[in-house]
């Protein structure tokens, strides 16, 4: 069966896990812990990215990450890339680090941020790399220590989850333990990684009921919300695709973003793809990139390539194209038919 596309829009929250190849450890000490974490705090901040919950074990990891101005899966590439490269060359290895791609669940912020966070933070205590409640207080290689204050990631969103017990911190840090306390003796919760119409219902037992009584959910494994969520986010992803297919039976591709581009900007299409670094042609990118990306489905990969740049320089271009198209108002299906 062929993988299905992620879901990810501004503003959207993800449950994110990758695992060790062959279920082996990506953390060998804590030095690898201290290289991964920086190269997390690096790239939140540069992408406004905002981190709620985090944990690290020993063969895999877990974040709950909301989308700022740069796609999620251009985040996890260069996060899991560039930490492999560098356990390879310390471990004196090769090879793959991960296994597979990433698992990325959309999920409903107001329903199960809460839920999440608890679930994600207490990974160390479960799996007894700490002994007690005390113990996951001080821990360094997960979220919870950073929100009772005993560490300070200037990456993390303190406040946010804070913010879900209490407007005033030394309360809703209390509350907050109690929070994970309750919940120190839970096991494995299918309902918050498990498919997608579990998770929606609360588990098989009532969905068979549900289903008895004539009732069905709308489900998508990809997604960790109600049937409501899960609809409207469908909705907002096929309606990015419908544009993207409209705009494909036109004909429209790079080559031709890049002519209307030209034609929009009064300068010639070779120059787009060339070395150039002036203004106007950096301008010129920067609308290629972002309609390139956002509206007829390109990879970053395919249109770095395309153009002779990295792919880190596409998602910035990516990010000020937007903007350019926000400020004046530029529509490229307008445009194309202005063209043809």
Known sequence: MPRRARIDAPGAVHHITARGIERRKIF???QDRETFIQRLAELVAETRTQCFAWALMPNHFHLVLKTGNVPIATIMRRLLTGYAVGFNRRHGRSGHVFQNRYKSILCDQDAYLKELVRYIHLNPLRAKLVKDIKGLDRYRYAGHSCLMGKCLNHWQEVDAVLALFSSQVP??????????KAAIHQGRRDD????????????WSTVAKMRKAGLFLKSDERILGGSDFVTDVLARAQEVLDQQYALTVKGIGFDQIVAVVSDLLSIQAKAIVGPSKERIIVRARALVCYWAVTECGLSMTEVASRLNISVPTVSLAVKRGRGMVSKEGLVLADLVNIKT
């Open 28 to 30: 060998c000490d804590d």
């Open 171 to 180: 309360l809703a840090r209390r509350r907050y333990r109690e929070f994970i």
């Open 192 to 203: 918050l990684i498990g498919g997608g119409l579990v998770r929606s219902a609360g588990g």
